[in-house]
């Protein structure tokens, strides 16, 4: 398998290029295109996921298996503008924001990380995915991605819209921005407070600001 991405980093898109017997998995709506012959498979990634996904998440709950049976090549795009990551696993958890996840390859398992129903109040952020196994992952993001390193006993505070991705294992807790009054007026939701040593992926735009912007603008 190799792969690249283009097109960086406003407007990406992941070019896959696979042998025979090669796969790739990813989010249902994000194949742009593909050459050769590959099998497609669909499925919706587990009961409990496909469930808590379109209750709460409102995104698609299927997921496309991507096989080839010649060489092959598959073109996948994100749904926002902004960059793609990749992420090499090799057995250990990674939490990845729901919509940020793409695709990923190899023997990678994909669940529900639960986070509560004090997601509600940072508007609509419910569901965190968790990626096991050995493989790589591909995240996408709103804007650009970067990479926040923690040294051991080191913290960071995570507006948790802007959060794509980390290791399972970091220590973190999901907390109200501030006070009551900063929490309700501020501007800010929930937020992530991680203790190193981390690796953090954080997207530098959010979607919630522009959907605001337009409704301005269709209710005229």
């Known amino acids: 398998m190799r792969w690249s991405i283009e097109d960086r980093p406003a407007y990406s898109l992941l070019k896959v290029q696979l ?9 249902a709506g994000a194949m742009l295109l593909y050459k050769g012959n590959v099998q497609i498979e669909t499925s919706t990634g587990g009961i409990l996921r496909s469930i808590l996904r379109g209750m709460f998440a409102g995104e698609h709950i299927f997921l496309n ?9 598959v073109w996948l795009a994100p749904n926002l503008p902004g960059d793609i990551a990749y992420i090499e696993t090799r057995g250990e958890p990674w939490v990845i924001q729901d ?4 695709a990923h390859h190899g023997s990678i398992n994909l669940s529900v990380a639960w986070r509560g129903f004090k997601g509600v109040l940072a508007q609509g952020e419910l569901i965190w995915l968790k990626a096991q196994g050995v493989g790589g992952i591909w995240v996408n993001a709103y ?5 926040v390193t923690l040294q051991p006993g080191e913290t960071a505070i995570i507006d948790n819209m802007h ?4 290791r399972g294992d970091v220590r973190y807790t999901i907390r ?8 309700l007026l501020g501007g800010e939701g929930l ?10 992926y954080v997207q530098t735009r959010i979607l919630l600001p522009l959907v605001r912007i337009l409704e301005k603008y269709l209710r005229r």
């Open 19 to 27: 042998e025979p017997g090669e796969s790739i998995v990813s989010e």
């Open 191 to 200: 937020v992530v407070e991680a203790i190193g040593p981390a690796e953090i």
């Open 176 to 183: 109200k921005f501030g006070g009551w009054k900063s929490f």
């Open 163 to 166: 959060f794509v991705a980390m």
């Open 99 to 102: 919509m940020c996840y793409l």
């Open 65 to 73: 298996k991507y096989t080839a049976r010649s060489k092959a090549e």
């Open 143 to 147: 804007g650009g991605i970067e990479k």
